[in-house]
C-alpha cells in the first residue's frame, strides 16, 4: 500500500517539475513602442452586475491606447435590473443575450459576435480591472508575431483574510499549470477573462459547436479546439503589462461551486495531455488523505505521511512562488495551511463536480 501511495506521488511530482519547466520556458515579454493599429472588440458578458461594470468601464477609459481603435459589448443575460452607460470615450454597446444553448456565456459571445465589426475579439468579465497597457502589449504582440489566438494571465484583487489567500494561491497553481502547458508545447487551459482570438479564426474552428451542452468552458474548449487544428496560431502571452485583475469570493460555498464548475469541464477536454494531468492532481491529492485515513487505521506510520506531504509541498511551493510572483510581486501568506487544506477541497470539488448540481449567476446547473 505505500508503495503505491510513493508511486503515484512520484508521478505527481515529476509532472509538476515539468510544469516548473515549462514555465521558465515561456519568456516574458512587454510592448515594444510600436504604433498601434490593431482595432478590438472587447465583449463582456454580465448578469446582474450593475455595481462591478463602472469599475470595469472605468479601467477601460484609462486605457493607453487610441479610443477609436476599440468598443465595448456588453452582452446582457437577463440582468434583474438594467443597466445604463454613461458618457465614454470609447463606443460602448449594450445588447440582450440570445439565448440558444445550455451555456449563458458561450451565447452572450455568439450574439456579439453579430455585431463585431473588427477581426480581434477579446472576452473578460464584468468584475475584473484591466491593466492601462493591456491593449497596447497585445497589439504589439500581435504585430511581431503570426497569431490568431492569445491566452493571458488573470490574477486576484486579494484582501487580507484566508479565504481570500487561498484562493490567489489556487489561482497561482492554475496559472503555473497553463504557463508551464505552453512552455513544453502542450497548452490545455486559459482564462475566459483574459482570452483573445480573431473573429475569422473562431469561425474557422466552427466556435462552440459540438461543447455547447456544456455550461462553461467557452474559453477552455475553444483553446483546444484551435491547438487541435492549428497550434502554431496559439501563443501565450506573459506579461505583467496585460495581466487582468478579478474579485476574490467571499463565502466558501461559492468558491466551492465556482471551482465546480471549472472542474466540470475536465471529463470533456478534448486534450489527452488536460485529461491526463487532471487525472495525476486528482490523484496526488487523494493520496494524502487515503495516507491519513491509514494512518489513522495504523496501516502506515505517521512519518510516511509527513514525507507524501513534504513531496507535495515543495514542488507545489515552486510553482505557485514562480507564478504567484509573476502575478503579484508579493509574498505568499497562508501557504503551509492552504496546502495542508487543499486536498481535502480539491477531491471535494472533483468528485462533486461528477454527480452534483451547481450554481452560477443565480442559476442551477
Known amino acids: 500500500m505505500t508503495i503505491v501511495l510513493y508511486i503515484i506521488i512520484f508521478m505527481y511530482c515529476l509532472a509538476i517539475i515539468v510544469l516548473i519547466y515549462g514555465f521558465t520556458k515561456v519568456n516574458t515579454i512587454e510592448y515594444t513602442g510600436l504604433t498601434p493599429k490593431t482595432k478590438f472588440s472587447i465583449i463582456v458578458p454580465f448578469r446582474n ?27 446582457d443575460d437577463e440582468s434583474k435590473e438594467s443597466f445604463e452607460v454613461q458618457d465614454l470615450k470609447f463606443k460602448v454597446s449594450i445588447i440582450k443575450n440570445i439565448r440558444v444553448s445550455n ?14 465589426t473588427t477581426d ?5 468579465d464584468a468584475d475584473c480591472v484591466v491593466n492601462e497597457n ?13 497569431v490568431s489566438m492569445i491566452a ?6 486579494c484582501g487580507n483574510s ?13 496559472q503555473g499549470a497553463t504557463i508551464g502547458s505552453f512552455g513544453i508545447n502542450k497548452g490545455f487551459m486559459c482564462n475566459g477573462a483574459n482570452f483573445a482570438y480573431t473573429k475569422s479564426f473562431f469561425k474557422k474552428l466552427n466556435g462552440f459547436n459540438g461543447n455547447d451542452s456544456i455550461a462553461s468552458g467557452d474559453d477552455v474548449f475553444l483553446l483546444q479546439k484551435a491547438i487541435a ?10 506579461s505583467q503589462n496585460n495581466i487582468v485583475t478579478t474579485k476574490t469570493l467571499d463565502d466558501w460555498k461559492s468558491l466551492f461551486y465556482q471551482r465546480v464548475r471549472w472542474a466540470s469541464k475536465t471529463s470533456s477536454y478534448q486534450s489527452t495531455f488536460g485529461k491526463g494531468l487532471g487525472v495525476l492532481v486528482f490523484a496526488g491529492n487523494l493520496v494524502l488523505i487515503v495516507s491519513v485515513g491509514c494512518w489513522v487505521l495504523g496501516v502506515i506510520p505517521f512519518q510516511n505521511i509527513v514525507l507524501l506531504f513534504l513531496l507535495k509541498f515543495l514542488v507545489d511551493t515552486v510553482l505557485i512562488y514562480k507564478a504567484n510572483y509573476f502575478l503579484t510581486k508579493t509574498k505568499i501568506q497562508y501557504l503551509i495551511l492552504s496546502n495542508l487544506l487543499y486536498p481535502f477541497f480539491s477531491v471535494s470539488v472533483a468528485l462533486y463536480s461528477l454527480f452534483g448540481k451547481y450554481e452560477w449567476k443565480g442559476r442551477k446547473f
Not at 484566508?162 to 492554475?174: K, N, V
Open 49 to 75: 452586475e450593475a455595481e462591478n461594470l463602472p469599475i470595469l468601464l472605468a479601467s477601460l477609459s484609462k486605457l493607453n491606447y487610441p479610443m477609436e481603435l476599440f468598443e465595448v459589448i456588453l452582452v
Open 134 to 146: 493591456w491593449l497596447f502589449t497585445l497589439d504589439n504582440y500581435i504585430q511581431l508575431h503570426d
Open 152 to 157: 493571458s494571465a488573470v490574477t486576484y484583487d
Open 103 to 116: 451555456s449563458p456565456k458561450k451565447d452572450a459571445i455568439v450574439t456579439a459576435m453579430q455585431i463585431v
Open 162 to 174: 484566508f479565504l481570500h489567500h487561498f484562493q490567489q494561491l489556487d489561482l497561482a497553481s492554475l
Open 229 to 238: 487544428k492549428s497550434p502554431e496560431k496559439v501563443h501565450y502571452l506573459k
Open 120 to 124: 480581434w475579439i477579446i472576452t473578460t
